[in-house]
């Protein structure tokens, strides 16, 4: 059962960051105001406009139905953790929340590097202590 859960909200959360990414400007739905006549799509024209409010109701809809679907019980012990600075609970889908990458050479393979990462408040970010034989990378 926690195996269908997971995929349940790995699916959830992909369809979260693809409407995320619609809403900042990258909607390619072919009713927004972005392409402004439907007779030039079909002279392959497609003129450049401004991301409009066309399609951003319907965005913000289905932006709200996936967060409430990502708020059930079921999905709590994949989206909420433990800030390992403040130990204060920790969701993964805000925006504010960062991960914070460590990298080292591998000890088997020399030309290959592994990766650590540690999910943290954004405030906390800077005060997460990097492991021994570790070294922290900075990504915004």
Not at 40 to 56: A, G, I
Not at 84 to 107: A, G
Request: aromatic share 12%; hydrophobic share 30%.
């Amino acid at each position: 059962m926690t195996r269908k859960d997971r995929d349940e909200y790995y699916f959830l959360t992909e369809k979260l960051d693809e409407i995320s990414w619609a809403i900042k400007g990258g909607c390619n739905d072919i009713d927004c105001d972005k392409y402004l006549y439907k007779y030039l799509l079909k002279k392959k024209y497609r003129p450049v406009l401004e991301h409009n409010f066309s399609c951003m109701e319907h965005l913000k809809r289905d932006r709200a139905a996936v967060m409430r679907l990502l708020s059930q019980k079921k999905f709590r012990k994949y989206r909420y953790l433990a800030c390992p600075v403040c130990k204060k609970l920790l969701d993964k889908l805000d925006d504010r929340n960062k991960i914070v990458n460590f990298t080292r050479p591998s000890p088997t393979h020399e030309k290959y590097h592994e990766w650590k990462g540690v999910w943290a408040h954004g405030s906390c970010v800077s005060k997460v202590k990097t492991p021994e034989g570790w070294k922290k990378m900075f990504r915004e």
